[in-house]
């Protein structure tokens, strides 16, 4: 139902009173409607939903949705779903369970909930649907309204302060004594449920005043959830560690393990790789008892300190620990075999491990463990792309690469989904590209390329990452969000997103204008924004800022600024505001000019990191080549200087697309091959994904390190859009140190397959097998040329 103004629902909640601010309070409120059906044959009930803050609904105890999609103040995403296939003759039970995170002050990190998930300091419920059947004869309104009773829960707190995560909001404390068991069928005993109390409109009709809730539909596609088990045991309290294994990983209705009374059982399971799921625990028995999940990314050391990891070999227990946050739950006792009823427990929003310990201390009473798995979440990634090669070490940097970047793709992308949870636009540039080569979904892309939109301050200057509660600006991550639209206007070539986003990206460059200083350069930024740069080992100390920032302005925002004029000049040339992009391209020659003026040093022949200063970075180099500032045979030769000069601060594999894509400009990518050698050590750590830098070592799984995904298939299989929107395809492999490579590479026009193999005898063949009509042109090693006007299959064999 496209028009809300004919919507019946209404925004329902336990109460009619705003949440008093208290951090850390949140709400859990149960919902639910049970109605009849007499004609299954024809009934067909189709829902729209949302909540503030998180909702999970189900129909006769079957989970059906959850979300909300993650929006803002003016962005509340609704849930369409089909219900049709879960109702049943006679009573059926809708049910929902909602968080309401309560609203939280600045730099209380911690106390607030999820930072990605907004919320008002109101809790709602909204649900539109109305149960057809005789053919749409019959109907009955389910709509959020007083018919559907609530009740308040009182048995689950959230711990505030997080100890071993930041942003993501907490683990539970749960009282499982004071739980309503069985609620979602109607089946529960609980006292207290009441009809629940109209608090909103869906909008004001007459007069425009926004409700806390702008109603949207949503724009991505559901999250994934498939029952998964662990595949081993790492440690056990107990000598009889295989009967637990089978227990946890294929479980039967007459296996259980025992907790004796006063016993304490301690066992660290392990999931094969890192990801994403929400953990379950059937037990029975065991009142009282108390039970603790860890969950945890590796086995690692005794921290060095509070901000430094100490962490080696990922999967190797010995000498080494779980570090985590922990989920607490006090059992009730109530599960039943007998009467096929367990005790569950189950945490409301995912976690993220790769190791989970669980630990039960049984008190007076027999605990029976029956069941303790998960299902796995995520993003619904459908990988298309394929790669082999020579060099069977990049085996597992591929399959590395992909599983980091599906543990990063939920309702956002994510820099990492153990710690933060939070969409940066530097990391999801990165990931939207690698995501495109994949799979050619820009689904998720999109969002976020309207959500960094929707950031939009009144100084021009977008936040650096969104949604999020706490506002944060990094002015370098702006250009990046320009560098993704124009990415998405290269592969998928609609001119409608261009125009949609050109006030942003005009907005973002007045800013960037307002700071050019008398010499021509972009000045010293405010302080109150951070003039972050890379993770580097001689910046660490100034949180990632070139040392060149305490006495002046920094190369690299000039040249970055370079590079975001030049992007909307083209964007605007495409839309046809010809005198925009001729303003952008005469305010890029004029830094360009004083940068080479100002910040070239002609003694050392490199870029200074700050006009003056003397001192020279690796970022400072790619950026003058990326912005054209240095090109031609002076652009290569820097690119050789930079490589052989041992002292400069190198760029962090996460910066190092940006160096890989100025080696892929000078005609130097075949040096790109000796630089894997960071993700080789990386990998024989025994990671499963890509770290946040290999320095702090905090995060195990960073969206940003996949980038083989995008050389390998981009570079190694040369698949890269000829013509914007892929109106042409271009094939250009980049052979370096390898002797075959082949794969298939996935574009919005259809799936690439290729592959190249040196011959002995001296000669290059390739095979290509591309979509049909699809203009293809092919770039050989031997720099020879060769069109397809209509695309297809097609061979070569050269010296």
């Known amino acids: 139902m496209s028009n809300r103004s004919e919507w019946q629902a209404k925004w329902i909640w336990s109460s009619g009173e705003p949440t008093t601010l208290i951090e850390g309070k949140h709400e859990i409120v149960y919902f639910r409607r049970s109605f009849t059906v007499t004609d299954i044959e024809s009934a067909k009930l189709v829902s729209h939903i949302s909540a503030d803050s998180r909702y999970r609904l189900y129909l006769n105890g079957v989970s059906a949705s959850v979300g909300p999609s993650k929006g803002d103040r003016f962005t509340h995403y609704y849930e369409t779903v089909d219900l049709t296939n879960l109702l049943v003759t006679g009573l059926n039970t809708l049910a929902v369970k909602v968080v309401h995170y309560t609203p939280c002050e600045p730099f209380r990190l911690g106390d607030g909930g999820p930072a990605s998930v907004w919320r008002s300091n109101k809790g709602a419920l909204l649900f539109e649907g109305i149960l057809t059947q005789q053919n749409g004869n019959a109907t009955i309104c389910l709509s959020s309204d007083e018919q559907w009773e609530c009740l308040v829960d009182h048995a689950i707190r959230f711990e505030s302060g997080e100890q071993e995560t930041l942003y993501v909001g907490g683990t539970e404390r749960v009282d499982g004594e004071k739980l309503p068991f069985g609620w979602q069928r109607n089946q529960d005993v609980a006292m207290g449920w009441k009809p629940s109390v109209i608090v909103s409109n869906i909008m004001d009709p007459l007069f425009g005043q926004l409700t806390p809730w702008p109603l949207a539909p949503r724009t991505i596609p559901a999250l994934y959830e498939h029952e998964r088990g662990f595949v081993g045991v790492k440690r056990i309290s107990s000598s009889k560690a295989e009967p637990v294994f089978h227990l946890l990983s294929n479980p039967t209705e007459s296996q259980f393990w025992v907790v004796a009374p006063g016993e304490k059982f301690v066992v660290e399971l392990d999931a094969g790789e890192l990801l994403t799921g929400y953990l379950t625990l059937e037990i029975s028995g065991g009142k009282a008892a108390n039970i603790e999940i860890l969950c945890s990314e590796c086995y690692e050391k005794e921290p060095e300190s509070t901000i430094r990891r100490n962490k080696d070999i990922r999967d190797d227990p010995n000498g080494r620990q779980l570090y985590g946050e922990k989920d607490l739950y006090v059992a009730a006792g109530v599960g039943n075999v007998e009467r096929g009823q367990l005790e569950c427990y189950e945490p409301f929003e995912f976690r993220t491990f790769r190791y989970v310990k669980l630990t039960i201390e049984a008190q007076e009473q027999e605990l029976r463990l029956h069941r303790f798995n998960y299902r796995e979440t995520g993003y619904p990634l459908k990988v298309k792309a394929t790669f082999q090669c020579s060099d069977e070490s990049f085996t597992p940097l591929w399959d590395i690469s992909i599983n980091t970047l599906k543990r990063c793709m939920h309702e956002t992308y994510e820099d990492c989904p153990y710690y933060e949870q939070l969409q940066y636009i530097m990391d999801t540039r990165l990931q939207a590209l690698f995501t495109f080569q994949l799979s050619a979904d820009d689904r998720l892309a999109r969002k976020a390329i309207f959500d960094f939109h929707s950031s939009l301050m009144p100084d021009g200057m977008i936040q650096s990452r969104y949604p999020s509660l706490y506002p944060q600006v990094i002015p370098g991550f702006s250009v990046y969000w320009i560098m993704m639209v124009a990415d998405h206007y290269r592969y998928f070539g609609d001119l409608s997103l261009v125009r949609k986003y050109l006030s942003t990206i005009d907005a973002i460059l007045g800013w960037f204008d307002a700071q050019v200083i008398e010499n021509g350069l972009v000045g010293k930024l405010p302080a109150e924004v951070w003039s972050f740069v890379d993770w580097v080992e001689e910046w ?208 919005p026009v259809g799936d690439v397959q290729v592959a190249w193999r040196k011959e002995d005898n001296g000669y290059f063949n390739l095979t290509l097998c591309s979509p049909e009509g699809i203009p293809a042109r092919i770039e050989l090693p031997d720099g020879s040329v060769h069109e397809r006007i209509n695309g297809g299959n097609w061979s070569t064999s050269s010296r």
């Open 540 to 747: 660490r100390h100034s949180q990632g800022i070139p040392t060149a920032n305490e006495s002046g302005p920094l190369t690299y925002y000039s040249l970055i600024y370079v590079s975001a004029l030049q992007t909307a000049a083209d964007l605007n040339l495409q839309v046809g505001r010809h005198s925009t992009a001729e303003e952008y391209i005469s305010r890029s020659e004029i830094i360009k000019s004083a940068v080479r003026q100002h910040c070239w040093s002609e003694e050392e022949r490199m870029f200074e990191d700050g006009p003056g200063t003397g001192l020279y970075s690796q970022h400072a180099q790619i950026w003058g080549v990326l912005s054209e500032t240095i090109e031609g045979e002076e652009a290569s030769q820097l690119m050789d200087r930079m490589l052989l000069n041992q002292h400069l601060p190198t760029v962090s594999y996460a910066m190092s697309f940006f160096l890989f894509r100025s080696l892929e400009k000078t005609g130097r990518y075949e040096r790109s091959f000796e630089l894997w050698d960071i993700w080789r050590k990386l990998a024989a750590q025994g990671l499963t994904t890509w770290v946040e830098d290999p320095v702090s070592q905090r995060s195990d799984c960073h969206g940003w390190g996949a980038v083989p995904i995008y050389e390998f298939t981009n570079q190694i299989l040369g698949v890269q859009p000829a013509d914007n929107g892929y109106r042409g395809i271009l094939i250009k492999p980049i052979t370096g140190s390898l002797t075959w490579a082949e794969g298939t590479v996935a574009t």
